[in-house]
């Protein structure tokens, strides 16, 4: 979808946003279900990055102590359970620049990752760049779905990042798709970005070929001691216009309600489930912030009657469409 088309919906009344999002929402999901996903930080702080909006980057004073790599048996711990809590999907995030083969740390993570495979829920990594070989064993060792956020336009993100580029990113996220992975690809909103960042974003988006399986849509959480620390958080409207947008824009993939969730009320959480939010992070903790209780998000659900989607850890990845190319177009280590 081009920018002008995507302009056009964004800054429509309100209403006919969220009756427009709603249609479509029901046309290509029609079971009422809501994924919920369980995201483990197996790597905590010292990340040698300097992403302004994290508090696991090494170069600013944030509290968030670095750690280890978290040994198998504590993640398959975790993990255990998140499936008992009746979780669909199981995240691993690291704080780190990358992965790279023949390294320890990559070997111990694809370790882990063929251990949580056998649990029976869709497992997800976030670990950073990687190449082609990298994301082919990821593959090969069970991993469903990849995340690796583009988190704003083109256009702002050197303002937030300066030690990789936005086709660092591009080409990780072709990686991924090339190794057969899904893709769980999003974006962060209150990065001192315009609405025109956003929607532009959101074009990067829903021109992947193929179309990311699940897009985040999160809500900076200033941390204290990261240079956007004061920035000032987004307002519910502006969120759930977005997630209405990215329903609109990608009907078929899953729009997760992310990072943020704490600030909305329970009101303000289930109309984003109407516009078409039908994925959470799920659990007491998302990396370093906060996030609803479990018990209070089951609650929820079953207040609005909705239910848990069921695991699919054997599901396909989306499929290209032949008559485009492929995007995003491999920008960095192709080939190899």
Same mark, same amino acid.
């Given at each position: 979808m081009?920018?002008?088309?995507?302009?056009?919906?964004?800054?429509?009344?309100f209403?006919d946003?969220?009756?427009?999002?709603r249609?479509i929402h029901?046309?290509?999901?029609?079971n009422?279900?809501?994924?919920?996903?369980?995201?483990?930080?197996?790597?905590t702080?010292?990340?040698?990055?300097d992403c302004g909006?994290?508090?696991?980057?090494a170069r600013?004073?944030t509290?968030?102590?670095?750690e280890k790599?978290?040994?198998? +048996?504590?993640?398959?711990?975790?993990? *255990?359970? =998140?499936r008992?809590? /009746?979780?669909t999907?199981? $995240?691993? @995030?690291?704080?780190?620049?990358?992965v790279?083969?023949?390294?320890?740390?990559?070997?111990?993570?694809?370790?882990?990752?063929?251990?949580?495979?056998?649990?029976?829920?869709e497992v997800?990594?976030?670990?950073?760049?990687?190449?082609?070989?990298?994301a082919?064993?990821?593959?090969e060792?069970?991993v469903t779905?990849y995340?690796?956020n583009i988190?704003?336009s083109?256009?702002?993100?050197p303002?937030?990042v300066?030690?990789?580029?936005? +086709?660092?990113?591009l080409s990780?996220? *072709?990686? =991924?798709?090339?190794? /057969?992975m899904s893709?769980? $690809?999003? @974006?962060?909103?209150?990065?001192?970005?315009?609405?025109e960042?956003r929607?532009?974003?959101?074009e990067v988006?829903s021109?992947?070929?193929?179309?990311?399986?699940?897009?985040?849509?999160?809500?900076?959480?200033p941390?204290?001691?990261?240079?956007m620390?004061?920035?000032?958080?987004?307002d519910?409207?502006?969120?759930?216009?977005?997630?209405?947008v990215?329903?609109?824009?990608?009907?078929?993939?899953?729009?997760?309600l992310?990072a943020?969730r704490?600030?909305?009320s329970?009101e303000a959480q =289930?109309?984003?489930f109407?516009?078409?939010?039908?994925?959470?992070?799920?659990?007491?903790?998302?990396?370093?912030?906060?996030?609803?209780?479990?018990?209070e998000?089951?609650?929820?659900?079953?207040e609005?009657g909705?239910?848990?989607?069921?695991?699919?850890?054997?599901?396909s990845?989306?499929?290209?469409d032949e008559?485009?190319?492929?995007?995003?177009?491999?920008?960095?280590g192709?080939g190899?």
């Open positions: 081009n920018y002008a088309d995507l302009h056009r919906i964004y800054h429509q009344p209403f946003l969220i009756k427009q999002a249609a029901e046309e290509h999901w029609t009422n279900e809501v994924q919920l996903c369980t995201l483990l930080s197996i790597k702080g010292g990340c040698s990055e909006y994290c508090a696991q980057s600013y004073t509290g968030v102590q670095a790599l978290m040994e198998k +048996d504590e993640v398959m711990e975790r993990a *255990r359970a =998140a008992a809590n /009746g979780s999907r199981f $995240c691993m @995030g690291a704080a780190w620049k990358g790279r083969v023949g390294t320890q740390k990559f070997n111990q993570v694809v370790d882990i990752v063929k251990d949580v495979s056998t649990l029976g829920m997800c990594v976030t670990l950073g760049q990687l190449g082609a070989e990298e082919a064993i990821l593959k060792a069970g779905a995340n690796h988190d704003t083109p256009e702002h993100y303002n937030i300066s030690t990789h580029t936005y +086709d660092d990113r990780t996220i *072709r990686h =991924a798709q090339d190794a /057969g893709v769980c $690809c999003g @974006g962060i909103l209150g990065l001192g970005e315009t609405i960042d929607l532009k974003m959101l988006l021109n992947f070929n193929p179309h990311p399986e699940s897009v985040p849509i999160n809500a900076l959480m941390m204290k001691g990261t240079p620390s004061e920035n000032v958080q987004v519910s409207f502006s969120l759930v216009r977005m997630i209405a990215t329903r609109i824009a990608i009907p078929r993939a899953k729009v997760r992310s943020g704490t600030n909305l329970r =289930a109309l984003a109407f516009a078409g939010a039908n994925s959470i992070f799920y659990g007491d903790k998302l990396l370093t912030a906060a996030n609803p209780r479990a018990n998000d089951l609650a929820l659900l079953a609005l909705l239910s848990a989607q069921q695991p699919n850890p054997d599901m990845a989306p499929v290209a008559v485009r190319e492929l995007a995003p177009a491999c920008q960095v192709c190899v």
